[in-house]
């Protein structure tokens, strides 16, 4: 089977990568792909000039290909309806619809559901004007979190330690539209939640939820959780917090009632659903829904797994994912992902920066290095093109060496202002791992 991954980041190069393990791949082509998505596996791994935006195109190009399943890797196709123009020319897509992608790509529309379906998340108000805003947070006393309605690229989101904090968050979304046009018509204001984030993601088709393992994503720029929210810094599976009691109160209060609530709606989920959870003293709280594989979680979590990926997109789509009910394998040793960004990431930052040692760094053992935001330029060297650069991702009997194994890596890598954060993982240290 050929196969097409849809995007250009280090969530679309581990995606890659894991489709051509399978004996039943074909070729991978990924468009538009980075520097890292050629090759891989069997040499399947092709890159393609492909604007996930223009939907014709990618029709257009399975046609030509044959392909057999198409793999959306980021919201922004999703959320202006991919799926649907694939679907409509009989190719086969993993995702869901542009109508169930809501689910991300508004809050507004989130928060709406959540509340009418009981799913546990933090108190918000909606705010469709600057001075209502202001005006709210004004009557508030608990420290607040401002969220920009849309799509955001994992940056709309600003923690707040107090009033006059919230009240700049509106102006930098609603007034002066630092996140795009139209992204902050509404925010959302919510009581800021405190505890251990956790990432949950699961296969979502037809009645049947699969939870994947779990993970444990870095938000914040610097270590120690300091700086501002990013798309993530790093993460790492499995994450010891992660209870049993704590997973199945996740797939009975958050999964399950979603899928309903949106079965009611009228427009079913078929995909991957991400839960972003708080683990609060109360219990576990959602701070947002994402609607595909997060990043940089899926690099440290396809390391681990060890059934055909490609057999369980294939039984989403084709929804007989009940099939594979208790017979995912995975690997018990830790995965790590440690992000290596631009200087200036998640604000300006240069591209063009030329990187050395990925190499070196890729023939070490249990080391994958995931491309991100990365090109070639005309002298065919691989240089910096986004604001997280890279994913070093890597394995170990324990957490600790999942680590060491990760950041032995990381000393062979060299580009001008590369920065990361030094203490990914770290957390999992202190938590004894539960079976």
């Not at 204001?189 to 994503?217: H, K, N, T, Y």
């Not at 990431?345 to 994958?368: C, F, M, N, R």
């Not at 060491?404 to 957390?427: C, H, P, V």
């Amino acid at each position: 089977m050929k196969l097409l991954v849809i995007g250009r980041g280090g969530r679309e190069h581990a995606l890659a990568w894991k489709l051509a393990c399978s004996s039943r791949a074909e070729k991978v082509f990924v468009g538009p792909g980075n520097a890292g998505t050629i090759g891989g596996p069997g040499g399947k791994i092709i890159p393609a000039k492909l604007d996930p935006l223009d939907f014709q195109a990618c029709v257009a190009f399975c046609k030509a290909e044959s392909i057999g399943l198409v793999v959306v890797g980021p919201e922004d196709p999703l959320a202006a309806g991919i799926v649907d123009a694939l679907e409509s020319e009989k190719i086969r897509v993993f995702g869901p619809s542009k109508a169930a992608a809501q689910l991300e790509a508004s809050k507004v529309f989130s928060k709406s559901l959540m509340r009418e379906a009981l799913v546990p998340t933090a108190d918000f108000q909606v705010c469709d004007h600057p001075q209502i805003a202001r005006t709210y947070i004004d009557s508030q006393i608990e420290p607040l979190v401002i969220k920009a309605d849309g799509l955001a690229a994992g940056k709309g989101v600003i923690v707040c330690d107090n009033a006059e904090q919230a009240r700049r968050a509106v102006d930098r979304i609603m007034v002066r539209e630092e996140f795009g046009k139209g992204v902050g018509r509404q925010v959302v204001i919510e009581r800021r939640l405190q505890g251990q984030e956790l990432s949950v993601l699961a296969l979502v088709s037809g009645r049947c939820v699969m939870r994947l393992e779990a993970a444990q994503d870095h938000k914040a720029a610097f270590d120690g959780d300091k700086g501002p929210n990013t798309g993530g810094m790093g993460a790492y599976s499995p994450a010891p917090i992660a209870t049993p009691e704590i997973l199945e109160k996740i797939d009975e209060e958050v999964f399950i009632p979603t899928i309903h609530a949106m079965k009611r709606r009228k427009s079913p989920y078929k995909g991957c659903l991400y839960a972003g959870m708080m683990l609060c003293p109360q219990g576990p709280k959602v701070l947002e829904f994402n609607c595909r594989l997060g990043d940089p979680e899926t690099q440290p979590v396809l390391m681990r797994l060890k059934t055909d990926l490609l057999d369980l997109l294939e039984a989403v789509v084709d929804e007989r994912l009940e099939e594979f009910a208790d017979k995912v394998a995975w690997d018990p040793r830790p995965a790590i992902c440690v992000v290596l960004a631009a200087q200036g990431y998640p604000g300006s930052y240069q591209k063009g920066t030329p990187i050395h040692g990925l190499e070196a760094a890729s023939k070490l053992p249990d080391v994958q290095v995931f491309h991100a935001g990365t090109a070639r330029n005309a002298r065919d060297e691989v240089v910096t093109d986004g604001g997280r650069v890279l994913g070093v991702t890597a394995m170990g009997d324990t957490i600790e060496l999942a680590r060491k194994n990760a950041y032995e890596a990381i000393k062979l890598i060299k580009f001008t202002g590369m920065q990361f954060r030094a203490d990914i993982g770290s957390k999992a240290l202190a938590t004894p791992r539960s079976n």
